[in-house]
Each structure stands twice: as C-alpha cells, then as structure tokens.
C-alpha cells in the first residue's frame, strides 16, 4: 500500500462524514465524502477511479467536477475544477430540507388518500436510548449500503439512499444529545 502523499493544500479543510455520489466514465458508486475544501475533498469507498481520472461528486442537488489526484487504498484526493461552497456539502445543508419537504407531501398525500382509522404501532414505554438511536444509524447505514451495491437499485434510488444515510447522521446527532 503506497503511502498518502502530503502536500500542502491551499485551504483548509473541513472534516465531515456523509456519503455522496461519485460518478466517472458512466458508472455511479456512493462513498464517504470525509473532508472537503472549496477546491478538493477526501472520499472513501470501494473501487475508486485511478488517478487522473475525471469525476463527479453529488450530494442531492449539489455537484462538482474534479480529478483524482492521488489514491491509497480505499481512499482517493480529489482537485475539483472550480470552487465549491463547502457548506453545500454539510450533512444539514439544503437537501435535507428537500427530504424533510418530500417526507411532509407524501404524509398529506396519505392522509388525503387515506380517511380510514390508521393503524397505529403500540407504544413501548420504555425509554429510547441512545444506544437504540446508534443501532438504528448503523441499521439504516447496512440498508444502504446493501442497496448501494446492487447497479439497478443504485441507478434508480441514489437520492433515496443519501436520504437513508442523512436519516442515519439525523438518528447518530439526537443519539449525541442524548449521552
């Protein structure tokens, strides 16, 4: 395994963890976006593109165009073509507003189509811990994945999927509060 090269970068970085949408040479993969800059980032994941090659990375609405620049491993740098607005890229930034707004339409949508008594799951009066929230994170995370594997699913769901990773950050930030 060669060693990751350290170069001096011309910002700083901002370390984060939420997956995105890399795609090169049409195909689509998910990985880790673990830090980024408004010109690269560090991702990691599974069969990344060799250096040099040219890529996207998607984060709902939020693209940039970029290069691998050096890959270790499961781990690749990329140099993006032009600025970003690393804020863009936070797990809270806008297109988790866009879920919280897709997740409210259907909700009226159901109860509009649905005027019968809803089934309602009982109540276990047990308290909610957060190591319940941590395992319900990493479930939802192991779903994604799953289905982040499969090149149909992934083509066809790849935005529901970053929901069910953002859906995972939502449980792991409330699982914080709790401890």
């Given at each position: 395994?060669?060693?990751?090269?350290?170069?001096?970068?011309?910002?700083?970085?901002?370390?984060?963890?939420?997956?995105?949408?890399?795609?090169?040479?049409?195909?689509?993969?998910?990985?880790?976006?673990?830090?980024?800059?408004?010109?690269?980032?560090?991702?990691?994941?599974?069969?990344?593109?060799?250096?040099?090659r040219a890529v996207d990375l998607q984060r709902g609405a939020n693209a940039v165009r970029g290069r691998i620049i050096w890959?270790?491993?499961?781990?690749?740098?990329?140099?993006?073509?032009?600025?970003?607005?690393?804020?863009?890229?936070?797990?809270?930034?806008?297109?988790?507003?866009?879920?919280?707004?897709?997740?409210?339409?259907?909700?009226?949508?159901?109860?509009?189509?649905?005027?019968?008594?809803?089934?309602?799951?009982?109540?276990?009066?047990?308290?909610?811990?957060?190591?319940?929230?941590?395992?319900?994170?990493?479930?939802?995370e192991e779903l994604a994945d799953a289905l982040a594997g499969e090149p149909d699913l992934f083509s066809r769901y790849a935005?529901?999927?970053?929901?069910?990773?953002?859906?995972?950050?939502?449980?792991?930030?409330?699982?914080?509060?709790?401890?």
């Amino acid at each position: 395994m060669s060693a990751i090269p350290i170069r001096e970068r011309r910002e700083d970085r901002v370390d984060l963890l939420v997956r995105v949408t890399l795609h090169t040479d049409g195909a689509s993969r998910v990985v880790r976006l673990c830090n980024v800059s408004a010109m690269g980032a560090l991702v990691e994941g599974e069969d990344l593109p060799e250096t040099g090659r040219a890529v996207d990375l998607q984060r709902g609405a939020n693209a940039v165009r970029g290069r691998i620049i050096w890959r270790a491993s499961n781990k690749a740098g990329i140099s993006f073509s032009d600025r970003t607005e690393v804020e863009h890229w936070f797990p809270e930034a806008e297109p988790q507003s866009s879920v919280d707004k897709a997740f409210q339409r259907i909700a009226r949508e159901l109860n509009r189509q649905d005027k019968r008594e809803p089934v309602v799951a009982p109540h276990h009066r047990s308290q909610i811990t957060a190591d319940d929230m941590e395992r319900s994170a990493a479930a939802l995370e192991e779903l994604a994945d799953a289905l982040a594997g499969e090149p149909d699913l992934f083509s066809r769901y790849a935005t529901q999927l970053q929901s069910l990773d953002i859906s995972a950050q939502l449980l792991r930030k409330l699982a914080l509060r709790e401890d």
